[in-house]
């Protein structure tokens, strides 16, 4: 019996990426889903009627990358 583990991260080449059987030109993992981006923007404002800006805006992006292991 062979086998082998191969692991997928969103930088993984197209060509390196397992097919599906069944349809040969199509990857059986869509290495896109594997990798997502959230911006989150946080306003300082006053805890007034009128909420005047206290401070500039400041955005956070977070990138979470994941991997995919086929055995």
Do not use: C, R
Not at 10 to 31: A, F, G, I, L, R
Request: net charge negative; aromatic share 4%.
């Amino acid at each position: 019996m062979k086998h082998a583990v191969e692991e997928i991260t969103p930088e993984t080449s197209d060509s390196d990426t397992p097919k599906d059987p069944s349809n040969p030109t199509n990857p059986s993992v869509d290495k896109n889903t594997l990798s997502k981006t959230f911006t989150h923007t946080i306003y300082y404002k006053a805890n007034t009627t009128d909420g005047a800006t206290l401070k500039d805006a400041t955005t956070q992006i977070v990138v979470i990358d994941t991997q995919l292991q086929i055995v």
